[in-house]
């Protein structure tokens, strides 16, 4: 971001949206009956394609429901899929990438080869392929894009494991006769938190996307799940007549997505102050 | 036939009602003002691409039917009213005991390879259908299935088709594409190759020749110049009037529709009801009901939910399928009232139109009279602590519009306190579901010029038959219908069948589906059949 | 000792098209379900010994082992086997609608590098550069898909400037290309302009103005291909961009192409021709790595190997 005091000022300015728009959609995941009265899957066919108005801002859809209500609604899905995928990679994460960071030389550059590879493919095709390998649906789309997920989160624990062991922490704690795995849990698995808390803020951006591309694509929930892709999905071929019913879906998931890489970046910036 | 999701079209919307124009003659679906021009090509916009399924004897994919029916001939022509006139056969005779046809063949008729067209090469073919290895499910039970007892030839223009009982389906059957002639030498040396079908494969005797296959975007035919054995009562005899025909697959409707109105292509098939609002004056919409089962929701009757009639019935009457399907197809698709459309020749029961539908009330008050009178929590009804559920299971991709309808019934039913699961399963799994019978409810329409299609519907153990039912009577007039080639008696046995399902509802028919084709004032000529789908052997360009 | 690294870089990229072949293969044989089942589909009416002989005819049933065996050699000579949905050789599949895909590759890595390089050498200034990165903030975190019918919705609905599918000629390039190349003109963007500005204090940089030389000499001869470096690792998760946002962008603008034969193969799990989509990707990957190895030694003859991949460029 540009310097100065303007600079400045504009950074804690898109900051604190970010974060604000963070907690208004974490609260629409968790209780979305504050957000709007209405029933995601009540159709109504005297209200078919109606246009954003003043008491539904979002308009209608084909049967006559609220687009607001299932955008909301929707939060809980994409938000859910993204949190809890972004969360299981980072255990696996974890575990992968601090035992490969202390396991003998051959083993580790093994899997950092494997590792390095899948790197080296964004997370949507990877979660494309895990896909076509588990079938579609919304349970197998959540393990799909974790699997994608993990080799990031593997490869930061194995760094910072491998700062902690060159630093001769470990052999002294070994020499105390301390266990190694004692060592990990309280020592190392500390340190990495923070790195990886960091990219997974930023990670669950990438995890909200690809989950609902896949949904898009229709290997996810089926009508009439209010899954935000999904939401896109029913409203592709409606772009002549009521553009409405995938552009705020759409809004929504690029907020989204946008706030968390901006406080993500932000974090990212003060803990490299920091180190 | 089977109805794929694909031949249902796509979402409803605010739009012009545009009225759907009921063609029971085959009539002209252009009507360019301009003087016909000799040569040139029209494309064609289809939304699936019938890959892998080219061989007209085993596939089941309508689309294949639309797209190889310039190229196959048959050995007679079923009109858009019904009548069946001679094609390639120029006379028949039907036995007394009507268990055999025998048929008189043109002696003129070559196949675009130079082989002859001759009693040899209708055995040929009529034996690939049969041919286990042919893994035909729909050419097979339209030649008869088992009723039918062989083919002979007698001489080279003369072969007689044979049955172990009368089969009233047959003749409209002989004049679809299904049945229609490969030539012998590709049946003798390619036929691992037909369901991949290509140039030099699908190899028939009709007006056009395929002539390029690009899986996924276009196939190209050209005019067969050697053509010269129309339909008896066609525009022309000769051979077709424009050079070349160019069929592009364009799988989203919208996206379909911009081609019609941007001049990409001169006419597009299975155009979706929604779509209809971005067509202007300059083009000519036909709308064809679809003859057959209209799209409906079969009750499996051995299940505990469904077994009892009053429930059926209560179900039936109690969601407003007029409004659910207004709103979903605005004023395009007619809702259904019967388990025949009424394009089905020799059948439908227009009487039933008049019957009452939506009663709420009545609804309500059958199902506490049957016992579900407590509701629990979430407003459904309970039986001694069982709420009242059914599971619907449909194979995915679920078309859109359909989804919809579904959503809509659902809402509906749930008014009532009535509660409906629908079970969106890969085919796989819905395979195993509906073979284990481990549903209450699904959903198709099936597509069929004759009513017997019923047959597999209602009768004991038919493939189709996803209610379940297993009734003698039903059984009995299902055989007497399709036993006896007499109009008169099939529609009084057939009007018999709608009416006791209208008392019995286990099938509730949703909305008659329509194929919709719309074409530019550039091309005239174009005919349609009874299942609405073009016929371009008489089309021409216009200036 | 030259070929001694040819050779240990084949070997390795054997190593890795061998490793996805397997991959493929073992998770797929593990998947549940009656492949003959699903390769019939749902409305077919076959008997048992019907699908006992396409059984024997695919080989499925024979044990594991020799499965795995058959199938690795039929891969090295080529045969990738024939797809369960359209009765074709997967290589012909795959070879039919190459085509149209590299055409949509070629096109967005074009718009992406241009909008790229614009944003990163032409832009000067503190406010545009922070436009300029708003702009490239929102380009990669917007859904791929979303972009599309935004641009669909405007374009080509709204002005009718293009049409709204297919595959006619350019026209109905430009819209899926656009779309699939925002993000990765992001992605490109943010890593050359910080490449050009490292490279800005490089010391050959005084040195070059030194010796007289123009911006634009200065740009185009130095920096550039300094800054290319760091965007050059970056190729592996481009091309991998290409083809996923193809995937997306076929589906939404109706183009045919690998990504729609891909996303066909997997909803109606048609295995060969997923395995064979997963093993072409890894020949791609290691071609690609190839080449941009060979690039690095043109560009800067003092690197010798690449650094890794950097996937969190955001």
């Given amino acids: 971001m540009s310097g100065g005091l303007t600079g400045r000022l504009r950074g804690r300015v898109g900051l604190i949206a970010a974060a604000l728009l963070l907690v208004v959609v974490a609260a629409m995941a968790v209780a979305p009956w504050i957000f709007t009265p209405l029933d995601p899957l009540a159709t109504d066919t005297s209200q078919v394609l109606q246009p954003p108005a003043w008491g539904r801002p979002f308009g209608t859809d084909q049967t006559g429901r609220d687009v607001f209500t299932r955008v909301v609604y929707g939060a809980s899905y994409s938000l859910g899929v993204g949190a809890g995928a972004t969360a299981a990679a980072l255990v696996v994460g974890i575990i992968v990438g601090t035992l490969a960071g202390l396991a003998p030389r051959v083993i580790d550059s093994v899997a950092m080869r494997g590792v390095e590879i899948l790197l080296a493919f964004p997370e949507f095709l990877i979660a494309l392929f895990a896909i076509a390998v588990l079938g579609p649906g919304p349970v197998n789309v959540a393990t799909a894009v974790g699997v994608a997920a993990v080799p990031a989160y593997i490869r930061v624990a194995r760094a910072e494991t491998l700062v902690v062991r060159r630093s001769g922490y470990v052999e002294a704690a070994r020499g105390l006769g301390v266990h190694p795995l004692r060592v990990a849990v309280a020592h190392i698995v500390p340190n990495t938190l923070r790195p990886l808390g960091v990219i997974a803020t930023i990670g669950i951006g990438t995890t909200i996307v690809a989950a609902a591309g896949l949904s898009f694509l229709g290997l996810g929930p089926q009508d009439p799940t209010p899954e935000w892709g999904l939401l896109l999905s029913g409203g592709r071929n409606l772009l002549g007549q009521a553009w409405w019913v995938a552009f705020f879906p759409g809004v929504l998931i690029t907020l989204t997505v946008v706030s968390a890489t901006v406080v993500g970046r932000r974090l990212r910036r003060a803990g490299e102050g920091r180190a | 036939m089977f109805s794929r999701p694909g031949s249902f079209r796509i979402a409803g919307s605010l739009a012009l009602v545009v009225s759907a124009a009921l063609v029971l003659a085959g009539c002209s679906a252009s009507a360019g003002t301009g003087e016909k021009v000799e040569g040139g090509t029209i494309s064609f916009g289809v939304d699936v691409d019938p890959v892998g399924h080219l061989d007209v004897h085993s596939s089941q994919l309508d689309i294949n039917a639309i797209l190889q029916r310039p190229v196959f001939d048959s050995l007679v022509s079923q009109k858009a009213d019904g009548t069946i006139v001679p094609w390639l056969a120029t006379k028949w005779q039907v036995s007394d005991d009507q268990l055999q046809y025998t048929f008189t063949l043109r002696d003129d008729v070559t196949f675009s390879d130079g082989e002859k067209f001759d009693a040899a090469a209708v055995k040929a073919n009529f034996d690939h259908i049969v041919d286990p290895a042919t893994e035909s499910a729909q050419a097979s039970s339209l030649i008869g299935g088992e009723y039918y007892a062989g083919t002979e030839v007698i001489d080279p223009t003369t072969v007689r088709v044979s049955f172990s009982q009368p089969y009233a389906p047959f003749l409209a059957n002989a004049a679809s594409v299904q049945l229609g002639f490969y030539s012998p030498k590709v049946l003798a040396e390619h036929a691992s190759e037909l369901k991949a079908g290509g140039p030099g494969i699908s190899v028939g005797s009709g007006p056009f020749i395929l002539s390029k296959y690009t899986p ?7 005019k067969n110049p050697d053509y010269n054995w ?11 009037t424009i050079d070349e ?36 004056d300059n083009f000519t919409v036909t709308s064809t009901e679809s003859p057959g089962v209209p799209y409906s929701l079969y009750l499996n009757v051995t299940r505990p939910v469904f077994s009892d009639v009053t429930v059926r019935k209560a179900f039936a009457g109690g969601f407003d399928l007029d409004a659910a399907v207004k709103a979903v197809f605005n004023d395009s698709y007619q809702r259904a009232y019967s388990i025949l459309g009424p394009t089905t020749p020799d059948s439908y029961d227009a009487a039933l139109e008049k019957s009452a539908s939506f009663d709420a009330d009545a609804a309500n008050d059958a199902l506490d009279a049957a016992g579900w009178s407590e509701r629990d929590s979430d407003g459904y009804r309970t039986k001694d602590g069982k709420r009242l559920s059914a599971r619907w299971i449909s194979y995915t991709p679920v078309n859109e519009d359909n989804a919809n309808l579904a959503n809509l019934i ?31 409810l699904t959903d198709w329409g099936f597509l069929s ?33 399709v036993a006896t080639t007499d109009g008169s008696t099939r529609a009084e046995l057939y009007t018999k069948l709608q009416q006791w399902n209208a008392e019995n509802a286990v099938i509730v028919p949703l909305y008659v589906p329509e194929y919709i084709l719309a074409s530019s004032d550039k091309v005239s000529g174009i005919e349609v059949d009874i299942h609405g789908w073009p016929l371009f052997s008489g089309a021409s360009l216009t200036k | 000792m030259v070929l001694r690294r040819i ?42 010994e019907l699908k006992q002989s396409i059984r024997v005819e695919l080989g499925l049933d024979q044990p594991l082992a020799v499965q795995y065996l058959s199938y690795l050699s039929r891969l090295v000579r080529g045969d990738f086997g024939t797809s369960y949905q359209l009765r074709l050789p997967v290589t012909e599949v795959i070879g039919q609608q190459l085509g149209y895909t590299l055409q949509l590759a070629a096109a967005s890595l074009a718009i992406a590098l241009v909008i790229a390089l614009v944003g990163a050498v032409l832009v000067h200034g503190r406010a545009a550069r922070g436009v300029f990165s708003v702009l490239e903030l929102l380009a990669i975190s917007s859904p791929p898909f979303w972009i599309g019918l935004v641009l669909l919705s405007v374009f080509a ?16 390039l430009i819209l899926p290309a656009l779309t699939i190349a925002l993000p990765v003109a992001g992605i490109l963007g943010q890593v050359l302009r910080t490449g050009l500005e490292d490279a800005e204090e490089q010391p050959f940089v005084t040195s070059a103005r030194a010796r007289g030389a123009g911006p634009a000499r200065l740009v185009l001869r130095h920096t550039l291909r300094h800054a290319a470096i760091p965007a050059l690792t970056l190729a592996g998760y481009i091309v991998g961009s290409l083809l996923g946002g193809a995937v997306v962008v076929e589906s939404v603008f109706a183009r045919p192409g690998l990504g729609r034969v891909a996303l066909s193969a997997i909803t109606n799990r048609d295995l060969p021709v997923v395995m064979g989509i997963i093993v072409f990707t890894a020949i791609v990957f290691v071609l690609v790595n190839l080449l941009v190895d060979l690039a690095y030694r043109a560009i800067d003859p003092r690197i010798h190997t690449p650094t890794t991949a950097i996937r969190g460029a955001r």
């Fill in chain 2, 216 to 222: 996924g975007s276009e196939l190209v035919y050209t």
């Fill in chain 2, 230 to 240: 129309a339909p008896e009562g066609a525009t022309a005899q000769g051979p077709a």
């Fill in chain 2, 245 to 280: 025909l160019d069929v592009k697959i364009l799988p989203e409707s919208s996206v379909r529709t911009s081609a019609l109105t941007s001049g990409q292509v001169d006419v597009i098939g299975d155009t979706a009801p929604s779509s209809l609002s971005q067509i202007g």
């Fill in chain 2, 410 to 440: 659902q809402d509906g039913l749930k008014k009532i306190g009535f509660e409906v699961v629908h079970d969106q399963l890969e085919p796989g799994a819905y395979l195993d579901a509906y073979l284990a019978g481990d549903y209450d």
């Fill in chain 2, 449 to 481: 010029a004759d009513a017997d299609v019923l047959r597999s519907h209602l009768g004991t153990g038919g493939y189709q038959n996803a209610s379940h039912l297993s009734d003698p009577e039903i059984d009995a007039t299902l055989a007497s219908a």
């Fill in chain 3, 7 to 48: 050779l240990a870089r084949v070997a390795g990229m054997l190593v890795v098209v061998w490793g996805a072949a397997t991959a493929a293969f073992l998770v797929l044989k593990l998947v549940p379900g009656d492949p003959v089942d699903v390769m019939l589909g749902v409305s077919a009416q076959a008997s048992p």
């Fill in chain 3, 157 to 172: 609905f709204g002005l009718g400037w293009f049409p709204v599918a297919g595959a006619d000629g350019i026209q109905s």
